[in-house]
Antibody
Framework: QVQLQESGPGLVKPSGTLSLTCAVS?????????WSWVRQPPGKGLEWIGE???????NYNPSLKSRVTISVDKSKNQFSLKLSSVTAADTAVYYC?????????????WGQGTLVTVSS | QSALTQPASVSGSPGQSITISCTGT?????????VSWYQQHPGKAPKLMIY???NRPSGVSNRFSGSKSGNTASLTISGLQAEDEADYYC??????????FGTGTKVTVL
């Protein structure tokens, strides 16, 4: 059973950089899956941030692309998110998820989510 | 990219059937059979309910079904139960190789 666990600071200052890591267990990050970040502001809907393949290929949400970097560390079986120049609007629960793409893309495993608050 | 459009809320009595719509464009919902649906209970991570428009993952009740016509996908919950009360989101692959979620629908069991 694949499990994902997000970790990182719960509080980030405005204009700073949000950094999160997603540790993958029960499966290999080098499998034929993409690995995504999704966020959800308090009381609002889901927003896809971007994804990475173990080769390092990435796709990003156009609205966040200029501020987002997603990377992968195969030796640690984890992937990471960096979001720069954050504002209060970036306050959200951040989820990491595995994307199955063998037939069609869908998110089959999710982390529990971690709340990141942007505040001074 | 714009979020897919869903009704803010849908309600029904136990045992009834309800349908949630998810409207996009020919660049996402209408262009591919790559629509998936997720259930989210308060404080919990989303759970996959439907993938590839109408396929159910193992373990998901057959009371949940999906379909698509043109640029609009739909999720139907039949035999509504109290445990179905949750938020539901659709998602689609896009022509830009990105993913987009719907605005979300709150399902209330009366």
């Amino acid at each position: 059973q694949v499990q994902l666990q997000e970790s990182g600071p719960g509080l980030v200052k405005p204009s700073g950089t949000l950094s999160l890591t997603c540790a993958v267990s029960g499966g290999s990050i080098s499998s034929s899956n993409w690995w995504s970040w999704v966020r959800q502001p308090p009381g609002k809907g889901l927003e896809w941030i971007g994804e990475i393949y173990h080769s390092g290929s990435t796709n990003y949400n156009p609205s966040l692309k200029s501020r987002v970097t997603i990377s992968v560390d195969k030796s640690k079986n984890q992937f990471s998110l960096k979001l720069s120049s954050v504002t209060a609007a970036d306050t959200a629960v951040y989820y990491c998820a595995r994307e199955e793409v063998s037939s069609s893309p869908y998110f089959d495993y999710w982390g529990q989510g971690t709340l990141v608050t942007v505040s001074s | 990219q714009s979020a897919l459009t869903q009704p803010a809320s849908v309600s029904g009595s136990p045992g009834q059937s309800i349908t949630i719509s998810c409207t996009g464009t020919s660049s996402d919902v209408g262009g591919y059979n790559y629509v998936s649906w997720y259930q989210q209970h308060p404080g919990k991570a989303p759970k996959l309910m439907i993938y590839e428009v109408s396929n159910r993952p193992s373990g998901v009740s057959n009371r949940f079904s999906g379909s698509k016509s043109g640029n609009t996908a739909s999720l139907t919950i039949s035999g509504l139960q109290a445990e179905d009360e949750a938020d539901y989101y659709c998602s689609s692959y896009t022509s830009s190789s990105t993913r987009v979620f719907g605005t979300g629908t709150k399902v209330t069991v009366l």
